[in-house]
């Protein structure tokens, strides 16, 4: 088949932009379909691996740096919604592709508006309260205009098929193999995530900033680009925890940075899934994250992690002592998440969308009856 992944952005750093690369690679290295990214924006390169059986096309209607300033990008969306419908009913009916897949809610979104041949899948890369808000009371209308629309977690499933016709659950895909698990040995907490308000880095800062007075050997390296760069990098001299904590960047290798961690830390506000996790769960690293429906989909509390009731900062603070504490429970933790995520790796997920795609084949058959 003819697959779209259409994207607003593609040189942008974050998880939602690894994963749509990770989905690329498997439709076409895995089950062989011919797959084309379109992006909005002018760039043509992506910071995350491709295969080179992966098409890349630039629809040329956004400039890159609208991402960093959210205003403008929000004004600069509504107002140009004709001119980006226009533009894509030209693409998408000279290219003739058979599914075309819209990358988060705002792209679902314009893709229900889309008047084409092809079979129209919307898919979620948030929580249902974690999409904007200017953008929910229009998924009621828009997305039963979509031949299906993919969800992260059960919980999800539950709310979208209220007002969507087809509803399939397709978790973020366990991309790394994992020869030899962390050693768990070294006095260091690791976070990765692009440094932005969801995320919430500011507050895991308070939180180790507590735990480094009664453990002055650990120390926190925070992985992730992001407009709080700045910010964040204010609160930690102001702190006097230059020493302490690290600002280390992008990087494109997780398991070498997780594979150094000795506890996996995650504070987001807002959590869809949470791909770290089981990249830090797969190395055999125990995690600590707050409860949001993501990361409760993945952890089975005191079990494979640690889950935290949302800004309960003092039970973060003794969970993570916990394990700095009981070196024996962080191994048997550790071990625990590791064998905890075979469903979440690229074989399982694969044969997921190879399940929504034959579905989509027998629509299709039906369709040219």
Not at 1 to 30: F, P
Not at 87 to 111: P, R
Not at 132 to 147: E, M, S
Request: contains cysteine.
């Amino acid at each position: 088949m003819k697959i779209c992944i259409l994207t607003e952005y593609l040189s942008y750093i974050g998880g939602g932009e690894r994963v749509y690369c990770i989905w690329a690679n498997l439709l076409a290295e895995k089950l062989g379909h011919d797959v084309t990214i379109a992006s909005f924006e002018k760039a043509q390169t992506t910071f995350y691996e491709l295969s080179p059986m992966v098409k890349v096309e630039s629809l040329r209607l956004r400039s890159y740096k609208y991402y960093a300033f959210p205003l403008k990008r929000r004004i600069q969306m509504f107002m140009n919604v004709r001119k980006d419908l226009d533009c894509l009913n030209s693409y998408l009916e000279e290219k003739e592709f058979d599914v075309i897949i819209g990358v988060a809610t705002n792209i679902s979104l314009l893709l229900s508006l889309v008047k084409c041949e092809g079979i129209k899948v919307g898919t979620e890369h948030t929580e249902y309260h974690g999409a904007a808000f200017y953008l929910r009371p229009f998924r009621r209308f828009l997305y039963p205009k979509l031949d299906y629309v993919t969800v992260l977690t059960h919980a999800d499933k539950i709310l979208f098929e209220a007002f969507c016709p087809k509803v399939v659950i397709m978790p973020n895909p366990l991309s790394i193999t994992v020869e030899k698990k962390a050693e768990l040995k070294s006095c260091k907490l690791v976070t990765i995530g692009s440094l932005s308000p969801q995320k919430d880095q500011e507050t895991m800062i308070s939180i180790v900033e507590k735990v480094f007075v009664k453990y002055p050997e650990w120390s926190l390296d925070i992985w992730g680009a992001g407009r709080l760069k700045l910010h964040l990098e204010k609160i930690i001299s102001k702190k006097e925890l230059t020493e302490k904590v690290k600002l280390c960047g992008s990087t494109n290798n997780v398991k070498e940075v997780l594979s150094g961690a000795s506890i996996f830390l995650l504070t987001s506000k807002i959590e869809g899934f949470g791909l770290v996790l089981i990249e830090a769960m797969a190395c055999g690293v125990p995690c600590v994250s707050f409860a949001n429906p993501g990361p409760a989909d993945i952890i089975k509390n005191s079990i494979n992690g640690f889950l935290v009731q949302k800004e309960n900062v003092s039970e973060f603070i003794d969970k993570v002592c916990l394990l700095i504490e009981n070196d024996l429970e962080r191994r048997k933790m550790g071990d625990r998440a590791f064998n905890s995520v075979e469903k979440y790796r690229e074989s399982n997920v694969t044969k997921q969308w190879e399940l929504l795609l034959n579905d989509i084949c027998s629509i299709k058959e039906h369709n040219h009856e």
